[in-house]
């Protein structure tokens, strides 16, 4: 397997939900106190390591990209991510928060590198679960450090949610002759959820309330999301 980023070896396995995100929600786990995973086809699944494979997707990136190449990415959606976490245990919750307070100095570059954060995380659930969407745009924006044209993101609140969890919905998407117009899935971390959106239609009622990096963003709002 090549990495779909670089066309290297692929012998690296990025995260399904980012390691600083599991351990902003359940702190330290280990072998004597698991964690507890569902999905689709199993239930109640202990993982004893934040390093499982279990918390990751197979190996279709190599480490370089992985590592040094997207580390700002990873970066820039650690910090939009706790700063999400404490806006929302305020009391009331925060409805917006100013981008400037999140990246004083650098909040373009820095809302960039969460949409290539979601950029990555996107082409790796592409690659792994076979969605016919040309990998090459995803692969360029991470390499050319631009935008996806076609990349869209929300932010929000997830209003039913109780208890700690953290993880990805099933993709849905919309499939035209063969190949997907339309995709999308839910990432969250306990209240907090980001839909990113690939979309290919002429349509922007889709995409009116998300968020794009060519469009200045002065404060995130965070919209109420049903689970
Ligand atoms: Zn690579």
Redesign the pocket.
Known sequence: MK?W????EANSREHVVKASDLKLQFGNFSQSNPLFQHSGARKNVRVGSLKSDKLKFSAS??A??NNE?TQPFDRAWEKLSSTLQSAHRQSPPAQRVRVKTIFPGASGKSMLNVHLYFVKLFGCRIVESGIPIDIEAFSQAILMGKPHPHLFLEFGVLKDVKGKRAGITPIQAVNTQGQSVFATFMYSVGKIGVVPIFTMLPTRRITRDAWHPSQHLRALELKSFTA
């Open positions: 990495c980023i670089c066309g290297a990136i190599c370089r990209c190449r």
